[in-house]
């Protein structure tokens, strides 16, 4: 009985936000792209508007810096259909 009770917890997790995003990883977005698709990947990876993560990324001290290192570190995500 007690464990029926840990894998309904477990599997209710896993399909709430915290539980997706714990399985996703930190990639380029192949969709939401303006120059690089870093902005777009970091914005699907937290779930927010890559709009504010573009306007952030604006007003960072070290910006340019940032965004190249995160264009070259950064996988591509898969292709999508």
């Known amino acids: 009985m007690l464990f029926d009770r840990v894998d309904y917890i477990r599997v209710t997790y896993k399909k709430t936000l915290g539980g997706t995003a714990l399985n996703n990883k930190l990639r380029k977005s192949s969709t939401d792209r303006a120059i ?3 902005c777009g990947g970091i914005a699907e990876y937290f ?3 890559s709009l504010g993560v573009r306007l ?3 007003f960072l001290p070290a910006n340019l810096i940032i ?3 995160l ?3 950064l996988p591509d995500s898969p292709p999508s259909l």
């Open 36 to 38: 690089v698709g870093v």
């Open 47 to 49: 779930g927010i508007s």
């Open 56 to 58: 952030i990324f604006i």
């Open 67 to 69: 965004y190249l290192i």
């Open 71 to 73: 264009a070259a570190t």
